[in-house]
Every structure is written in C-alpha cells, then in structure tokens.
C-alpha cells in the first residue's frame, strides 16, 4: 500500500500522538500533557505520514526565537514528535518527512532549525550537529558545603505557590534569554509548560513546589523543585529534584542554592539540566561529590548558511571564507565569506579561495559557540586551508558563555 504525508488536522491528532507515543515504547503520557503539546501544536507546521487510515510516520516543528551569540533572538522551527512506526522503518518515510520539513522551513524564512535527539545518530545525516550540552549531577550535600559570596544572606526567601509567582518568574526568565546562547524565547503558551506537574511523572516525589528569592520586595529569583523523602536504616536520605532555577546575580543565585542545599531530611540534590559551566560548581566544596555528567542537548541545523550566520555576532573581529558541504540542503553548498565583529556581520557568496572546509553538520555545532572548530579539525571534520584561519575562526566563533537549552520540547 503507498503512503501519503499531510498535514496534521485536528482531527487526526489522536492518531498522530498515539504513533508517536508507540515509536517511545506505548506507554501513554499524562492527560494534561497531551493536552498541553495538543494546544501547543501549530497544525500548519505539522506533518503525518498516512498508510490508508493508519499513521506510520510523524513530524512536526514550533515557531520558536532562539538566541544567538550577540543576544539576538533569531526565528527558529524547533523539531519534534518524530517518528517512524516500527512496522514502516527503512522505506525512505524519515528522510522524506525531513526533506518536506526543511523545504518548509525555508519557505517560512526561518534560517535555523533545532532538535533534540533521542538518538543523535540519526539527525547527523540530516545536518543537525550538537551545539550545547546539559550537565546533569547528583549532589551530596551531607558532605559538600557552599561558599557564597557576599550579600547572599540580604536576599528574602520565601516559598510560594508555583501559579502565584508565575508571571513574575516567567519575566524574569524572559529578562535571562539574551545573555546566554541556546535559550528559546517563550512564545505564547509555553509559560504553561514551567506548571505543568503530572503525579504520574513524580515517581514518589511531592507535586511542584516553588521558592523565590526577593530584595526590596522585587522578585531576584526562583528556584522549583520536587521533594521525595526517602529513609532508610540510618535515618533520613530524600532527594530534592530541581527542575529549574533563575536568578539575577550571584547573591540570588547562591541563596537559592543554599536554601536547596539546607532543606531538612534531605542529602542528595537531582539536577537534571544545567549549563556546563553553571556556577553552582564554583560554589561547592567538593565537584567529585556532586557526581557530574554531560550530555548532547540541543542540536542545530543551518538552514540557510548567509543568514544565519549574519544573524549571530563574533567575539573577534572575522573575516574568512568557508566552504560548506550540504547534500541535503544544496542550496547552502560552495563559498562563503563571512565578516564580522561584536557589532555584527554579513556572509554572501563568493568565488574566492576557501580558508576552511566543514559540512554544514560541523558549522552547526560550532555555531552558539560552545563547540570549539579547533577541536573539530582535531577529529578530521574541518579541513584548514589557510595558515592561522582555524584559530581565526574558533576564537572568532566562541562565546563568553556555555549555550544552553533550558527545557525540552
């Protein structure tokens, strides 16, 4: 029987989701999270592949505003919800859903597209390269202490009902995004998404609860968590499971860690995604004990390589010229000469000799500036072809700051 890929109508949605949810192993996520992506989902901007009544395949993305190195918010389609159903693997659907997808991308004017990959394998075909990381921890704090810095005992913490704060916390959020790399701008809606609190997802833990950090009566910071108390022969062991944490500068930042750290019968502190070089371990006495580990985050896509390179600013002053490999998306292939600076940069086509050589895969990665292109060439992926154009490049290409995205999609 042949396929055909459409829209998503409204109508479908319930035989779209439950695609995607058996591709992940069948097991049916919460009613208000469904509800959630349902009222969430831009239909025009979703894609299923159909086999007579019978989803076989799903796609979709979100109109997004990521920053970029600069702070510039910059028009992004976050991808998500693919899949494949098992029965239908390796008959071209995946590949024809992506092609149908970036070639609407584009129509829309959008230069980027960003994902994240439940196996990274499989995008990198695609031109999706992994541009930040999450640090996940497990911290001891029975045996690791903090060292603040001064003022953080001036800042009032109080708790509060997460929906009470909720406006002043997303403005504070909405106030961070332009300082780091990788932060999505939350479009209308997604506010929605730092509430949602299904018991299903708990797994013992407490519903959501909120602290927030004022001086002055003004909102400095928050922090939401998740409390499981656990006990075992010696007492007290729970678990507080942060799930995010904003601040406005170090004293809030370090009052809130502190209240987490202090909260009683407790000794272990969940943290599932922060920046990579979160201050938090600049705090702490001991960094073995917190039991660090990092994982690929967000992957980016050039979608169209000029724009979005001018759309972003370079720490040193750049002027090369990059020859880019792009089988997919073709029209990004060939010679083009990027000039910049930290006030702004314009890249157009040229005929001139390249000074380095990368796939829009690798351009991708380095593009928030949390991947270094030195260590690319390292491993064989950028080819220099002028003397000193590498170290040109990545110093021009880094950031100040480790990109980070603060919250799946």
């Given at each position: 029987m042949t396929?055909?890929?459409?829209?998503?109508?409204?109508?479908?949605?319930?035989?779209?989701?439950?695609?995607?949810?058996?591709?992940?192993?069948?097991?049916?996520?919460?009613?208000?999270?469904?509800?959630?992506?349902?009222?969430?989902?831009?239909?025009?901007?979703?894609?299923?592949?159909?086999?007579?009544?019978?989803?076989?395949?799903?796609?979709?993305s979100f109109s997004f505003r990521l920053s970029v190195p600069g702070g510039s918010l910059v028009d992004t389609a976050g991808v998500t919800m693919?899949?494949?159903?098992?029965?239908?693997?390796?008959?071209?659907?995946?590949?024809?859903?992506?092609?149908?997808?970036?070639?609407?991308?584009?129509?829309?004017?959008?230069?980027?597209?960003?994902?994240?990959?439940?196996?990274?394998v499989i995008y990198g075909r695609f031109g999706y390269g992994a541009a930040t990381f999450a640090t996940k921890a497990d911290i001891d704090t029975a045996r690791v202490r903090l060292t603040?810095?001064?003022?953080?005992?001036?800042?009032?913490?109080?708790?509060?009902?997460?929906?009470?704060?909720?406006?002043?916390?997303?403005?504070?959020y909405a106030r961070r995004v332009s300082e780091r790399p990788g932060m999505l701008a939350r479009q209308p809606g997604w506010d929605r998404l730092g509430l949602l609190d299904p018991e299903s997802e708990r797994n013992g833990a407490s519903p959501l609860q909120c602290v927030v950090?004022?001086?002055?009566?003004?909102?400095?910071?928050?922090?939401?968590?998740?409390?499981?108390?656990?006990?075992?022969?010696?007492?007290?062991?729970?678990?507080?499971?942060?799930?995010?944490?904003?601040?406005?500068?170090?004293?809030?930042?370090?009052?809130?860690?502190?209240?987490?750290?202090?909260?009683?019968?407790?000794?272990?502190?969940?943290?599932?995604?922060?920046?990579?070089?979160?201050?938090?371990?600049?705090?702490?006495s001991d960094v073995r004990r917190c039991r660090m580990q990092v994982k690929d985050s967000l992957h980016v896509r050039l979608v169209e390589v000029g724009a979005a390179l001018a759309a972003r600013t370079y720490r040193t002053p750049v002027n090369l010229v990059l020859d880019v490999e792009d089988a997919f998306c073709p029209w990004n292939a060939g010679r083009w000469r990027l000039t910049g600076d930290l006030k702004g940069a314009t890249c157009e086509r040229t005929d001139d000799d390249a000074d380095l050589a990368l796939s829009v895969r690798d351009l991708g990665s380095a593009y928030l500036g949390g991947v270094s292109l030195t260590s690319l060439a390292a491993a064989g992926r950028v080819?220099?072809?002028r003397p000193g154009a590498l170290a040109e490049a990545t110093t021009a290409f880094g950031s100040d700051v480790a990109p980070w995205l603060p919250h799946g999609f």
């Amino acid at each position: 029987m042949t396929t055909e890929m459409r829209e998503l109508r409204q109508e479908d949605w319930d035989e779209y989701y439950g695609t995607l949810e058996l591709a992940f192993g069948g097991v049916a996520e919460a009613r208000e999270e469904q509800e959630l992506w349902n009222a969430l989902t831009e239909f025009d901007r979703f894609f299923g592949t159909w086999e007579g009544e019978s989803c076989v395949g799903t796609t979709g993305s979100f109109s997004f505003r990521l920053s970029v190195p600069g702070g510039s918010l910059v028009d992004t389609a976050g991808v998500t919800m693919v899949s494949v159903a098992a029965t239908h693997r390796r008959r071209g659907i995946l590949t024809s859903m992506m092609r149908r997808q970036l070639d609407d991308v584009r129509a829309k004017g959008e230069c980027l597209a960003v994902l994240t990959a439940s196996e990274p394998v499989i995008y990198g075909r695609f031109g999706y390269g992994a541009a930040t990381f999450a640090t996940k921890a497990d911290i001891d704090t029975a045996r690791v202490r903090l060292t603040v810095p001064a003022g953080t005992d001036d800042v009032v913490l109080r708790y509060a009902k997460p929906a009470d704060v909720h406006e002043a916390c997303e403005a504070l959020y909405a106030r961070r995004v332009s300082e780091r790399p990788g932060m999505l701008a939350r479009q209308p809606g997604w506010d929605r998404l730092g509430l949602l609190d299904p018991e299903s997802e708990r797994n013992g833990a407490s519903p959501l609860q909120c602290v927030v950090a004022e001086r002055d009566g003004e909102l400095v910071g928050y922090a939401r968590f998740h409390v499981k108390p656990e006990w075992d022969a010696a007492g007290p062991n729970g678990t507080v499971r942060l799930r995010d944490l904003e601040a406005e500068d170090p004293a809030a930042y370090a009052a809130l860690w502190q209240f987490l750290f202090g909260i009683d019968l407790t000794s272990t502190i969940d943290v599932h995604n922060r920046p990579t070089d979160d201050a938090v371990f600049q705090l702490v006495s001991d960094v073995r004990r917190c039991r660090m580990q990092v994982k690929d985050s967000l992957h980016v896509r050039l979608v169209e390589v000029g724009a979005a390179l001018a759309a972003r600013t370079y720490r040193t002053p750049v002027n090369l010229v990059l020859d880019v490999e792009d089988a997919f998306c073709p029209w990004n292939a060939g010679r083009w000469r990027l000039t910049g600076d930290l006030k702004g940069a314009t890249c157009e086509r040229t005929d001139d000799d390249a000074d380095l050589a990368l796939s829009v895969r690798d351009l991708g990665s380095a593009y928030l500036g949390g991947v270094s292109l030195t260590s690319l060439a390292a491993a064989g992926r950028v080819r220099q072809l002028r003397p000193g154009a590498l170290a040109e490049a990545t110093t021009a290409f880094g950031s100040d700051v480790a990109p980070w995205l603060p919250h799946g999609f």
